[in-house]
């Protein structure tokens, strides 16, 4: 990678920081509404990954999806907006923090139901396969979905389908407050085995070396070798989400993880050791991110909510018939059927 690809990730991985750090604030202050799951600690892992693959690859997360939707080219403007809730969101305000979706940048959410998307993303896979596209999909996924039935199904299929996949553990090591030691049966790497799958560990807190990984194995799909798993070890500063107090971690144990931080391990191991940037070149960038992301709050701020009489768009069940709603259309319905339409899906 040349000079100015290196800082470019640099400077995603420090958007996303701000961008969780102010997200967080914006929790406090009760701008945004429902659960926020923070990416601290595992940007590298976002970053990393999307610089190894193609514009139109396929990309499926868990719900810690806001650093994987910039990484991938979303803007802090739409990000933010959705998790405001207003209409200017990468989804309209409709799915929220966990639900972030960006089909120009082919990325597919945002799921929140842990393991619910990996079947999905063996089916972009089988398509990618079917159509001969040459995409590759990466399926992030928590380690405490390696324990889910959809984990197991999708695993095999890959498998048995030689698949062009890329089933990435992002393994903080917890579960929400549960350690794998005593969530899972067998180490991570070891769930690959028993496909008889490709596997790596990676270490998650280097940006590069996720990069790589992500290399290799998008090679081998795109040569037709088939699935690949990577057991990316990482932590996450925060807790599991905004609501959690974060008790059951050691303290001790979260400041040895912030020893290996991605975001200054970069900079000094990387940047300013091959004299690529100057202190003041970082200290510029930061700036530059906090106005990035300042900016990205006042335009959600000021951005309208989703329109009263869309409330219903984009849903699949429809009422049986038109109806007529005496009252106001906020009546939340309680059967399919009553259900108002506008007239625009009769
Ligand atoms: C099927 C299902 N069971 C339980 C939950 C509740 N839940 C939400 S997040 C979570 C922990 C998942 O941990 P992990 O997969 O390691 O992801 P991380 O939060 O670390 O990114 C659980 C149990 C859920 N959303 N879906
Ligand atoms: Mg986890």
Known sequence: MDKENLVALYRQMVLIRVFEDRAAEMYAKAKIAGFLHLYNGQEAVAVGSVSALHPDDDVVVNYRDHGWAL?????????????FGRATGTTGGRGGSMHLVDVKNRFWGGYAIVGGHLPLAAGLAAAAQYLKTGRVTLCSMGDGSTNIGTFHAAMNWAKLWNLPIIFMVENNQYAMGTHYDVHSAVPMIQKAAGYDMYAEQVDGMDVMAVREAVCRAAERARK????????????????????????????????????????????????LKR??????????????????VEDAIEFADKSPEPALDTLYDYIYQQPVRNMQIAGSLIRPPTIAKDIPTNGKHA
């Open 224 to 271: 037709g070798e088939g699935p690949s798993f990577l057991d990316v070890v990482t932590y996450r500063y925060r807790g599991h989400s905004m609501a959690d107090p974060d008790v059951q971690r050691d303290k001790a144990e979260i400041a040895r993880w912030k020893e290996r931080d991605p975001i200054t391990r970069f900079a000094t191991e990387v940047l």
């Open 71 to 83: 990484a991938r080219g979303s803007s802090a403007r739409a990000v933010m907006a959705e998790l």
């Open 275 to 292: 004299n690529l940037v100057t202190p003041k070149d970082l200290n510029d960038i930061q700036k530059s991110v906090e106005q990035e």
